[in-house]
């Protein structure tokens, strides 16, 4: 029996995006959390977190976008024509974010407050414009004769700012439970204090799409309401209630480590919710992986740099971690 190119490609690029999700993720958060905090020493702690390491997060989005083009190229000239704007206004997020990150560290007095306001926008455009093509993504594409056959809006939709506004949500939890694992004093304070009303609104806005999902989409509801898969999948949903109520509990606890755990268990959730809900396709609603899959030589020439590749980031990734592990302190960091 054959090796499954497009299921085994399929596994590297959901490891790959929810890799992303979990390492860009918290450090979007921190911008996001910006206008939450006014101290300008307790700012650049906050930044200086995740100074070491923000860059080399992003390497998963463009691992990501490669895979995507080697191994599934009908899908990826569907996205991108289908999510042309989101996506490009995700990427100036990003760069616009990306360059205040480094000059609000050199700016003079005069013009720091322009650059945190910068690095604060750059995250909540670049986190919002991500949640907008998952939002026009779980609602699907018209495709026809191989090519994107929508409009040059159809991304947005009234779910589409919904699931925005949830990773927003998403990422700020994120960013506070990072800040309480990463800092201490009246900053870590602040975040436990904050941290505890956006991880139920987590809760709110994931409640509030697992129901619209299936409300709007026949095949999602069937999925997920008819037997036996009801039996299977309802452990997912009772599995985010009881994380997020340790969350709250473990907030309470003065743990330092667990917030943080437990808030990327909740999106590992959230991220298994979204694939019961599509499988297989990969171009929802009709598209499966085996349909949109690259020709096997293509899949299994590209397959063999990926598996060199992959083990190399993660290794980079994980020494990274480990030499700026533990505590930042106010006037420590890598700057």
């Not at 999700?21 to 911008?31: Q, R």
């Not at 990150?101 to 604060?120: I, M, Q, T, V």
């Not at 414009?129 to 947005?156: K, T």
């Not at 096997?296 to 590749?309: H, K, N």
């Amino acid at each position: 029996m054959g090796i499954d190119l497009p299921l085994l490609w399929t596994f590297v690029l959901t490891f790959g995006l929810m890799m992303y999700v979990v390492m860009d993720g918290f450090d979007l958060g921190i911008g996001i959390l910006f206008p939450f905090v006014r101290d300008r020493s307790e700012r650049d702690t906050m930044v200086n977190t995740v100074a070491p390491v923000w860059d080399g997060n992003e390497t998963w989005l463009v691992l990501g976008g490669a895979a995507l083009l080697a191994a599934f190229p009908l899908t990826y000239s569907v996205l991108l024509s289908a999510l042309y704007l989101p996506l490009v206004a995700m990427l100036a997020g990003l760069i616009w974010r990306g360059a205040a990150f480094e000059f609000r560290f050199k700016a003079d007095e005069a013009h720091k407050p322009f650059w945190d306001k910068a690095f604060a926008w750059g995250s909540y455009i670049a986190t919002f414009s991500q949640g907008i093509a998952l939002g026009a993504y779980i609602n699907g594409f018209e495709v026809r004769d191989g090519a994107y056959a929508g409009g040059l809006l159809d991304w947005l939709t009234p779910f589409g700012l919904f699931t925005g506004l949830g990773l927003l949500i998403a990422y700020a939890l994120l960013g506070a439970t990072w800040l309480v694992m990463k800092t201490e004093g009246p900053l870590q304070r602040r975040m436990r204090a904050l941290a505890r009303p956006v991880a139920i609104a987590l809760l709110g806005a994931i409640t509030i799409v697992s129901l619209w999902t299936p409300y709007a989409h026949a095949e999602v509801a069937a999925r997920w309401f008819s037997l036996p898969n009801f039996i299977f999948f309802a452990p997912v949903p009772m599995l985010v209630l009881a994380t997020t109520c340790t969350l709250l509990k473990t907030l309470g606890d003065d743990r330092d480590v667990a917030p943080f755990l437990l808030t990327l268990l909740l999106l590992f959730l959230g991220y298994t919710g979204l694939i019961i809900s599509l499988w297989p396709n990969i171009i929802p609603p009709a598209v499966s992986i085996w349909d949109a899959a690259a020709p096997a030589q293509s899949m299994g020439f590209a397959l063999a740099g990926a598996l060199f590749i992959i083990p190399c980031t993660l290794a980079y990734t994980a020494w990274s971690y480990y030499v700026f592990r533990g505590k930042v302190r106010t006037g420590e960091g890598y700057h």
